[in-house]
T-cell receptor, first 114, second 113 residues
Framework: AQSVTQPDIHITVSEGASLELRCNYSYGATPYLFWYVQSPGQGLQLLLKYFSGDTLVQGIKGFEAEFKRSQSSFNLRKPSVHWSDAAEYFCAVVDGGATNKLIFGTGTLLAVQP | NAGVTQTPKFQVLKTGQSMTLQCAQDMNHNSMYWYRQDPGMGLRLIYYSASEGTTDKGEVPNGYNVSRLNKREFSLRLESAAPSQTSVYFC????????????FGPGTRLTVT
């Protein structure tokens, strides 16, 4: 079965520092991958997605992610973090089959220090 | 265009009480989903509806029932609430055609005492 692992439960970075959030997936074929962000008390918002093609994908709010098949990874990056980026981030993969089900990782909570 | 809406935003129930969480989308999406979110566990799928008239169990369906009332609305019912159902519940929808992107509602925070 497909699965997603986010090994970092909690990360703290300083404002202006770079950020990388890790995501590893388990999937036999080419995966369809997503990163979502959840601000406190809010629903989930899509940051970016990868289906095929260029392995470096750009998203909203200055985020990007790189798909690396050899490492089964889809890490999220941002060159300079803003205080407003403090949130929980979820990686997800489409479950195979005829439905559009997503399998989510357990999330990484990002704190931003001034 | 409101997207995905959920009611209520907050609810407190006593053990054994029942309630229905409402979800509606105005994006003409075929597929709709109910998730629960618990600390350290991410989002887990409770039930989903691939299209109007169909529903299927997800990862954690026990204690829940769903109704796909029409294309817009997908409700989640707790017949006899238990403290283990204390959670934040999210409804989501996705468009047909293989986009796979899901759009989420703002959530319902449910506490069962």
């Amino acid at each position: 079965a497909q699965s997603v692992t986010q090994p970092d439960i909690h990360i703290t970075v300083s404002e202006g520092a770079s950020l990388e959030l890790r995501c590893n997936y388990s999937y036999g074929a080419t995966p369809y991958l997503f990163w979502y962000v959840q601000s406190p008390g809010q629903g989930l918002q899509l940051l970016l997605k990868y289906f095929s093609g260029d392995t470096l994908v750009q998203g909203i709010k200055g985020f990007e992610a790189e798909f690396k098949r050899s490492q089964s990874s889809f890490n999220l990056r941002k060159p300079s973090v803003h205080w407003s980026d403090a949130a929980e981030y979820f990686c997800a993969v489409v479950d195979g089959g005829a439905t559009n089900k997503l399998i989510f990782g357990t999330g990484t909570l990002l704190a931003v220090q001034p | 265009n409101a997207g995905v809406t959920q009611t209520p935003k907050f609810q407190v129930l006593k053990t054994g009480q029942s309630m229905t969480l409402q979800c509606a989308q105005d994006m003409n999406h075929n597929s709709m989903y109910w998730y629960r979110q618990d600390p350290g566990m991410g989002l887990r799928l409770i039930y989903y509806s691939a299209s109007e008239g169909t529903t299927d169990k997800g990862e954690v369906p026990n204690g829940y029932n769903v109704s796909r009332l029409n294309k817009r609305e997908f409700s989640l019912r707790l017949e006899s609430a238990a403290p283990s159902q204390t959670s934040v519940y999210f409804c989501a929808s996705s468009a047909p055609g293989g986009s796979y992107e899901q759009y989420f509602g703002p959530g319902t925070r449910l506490t069962v005492t």
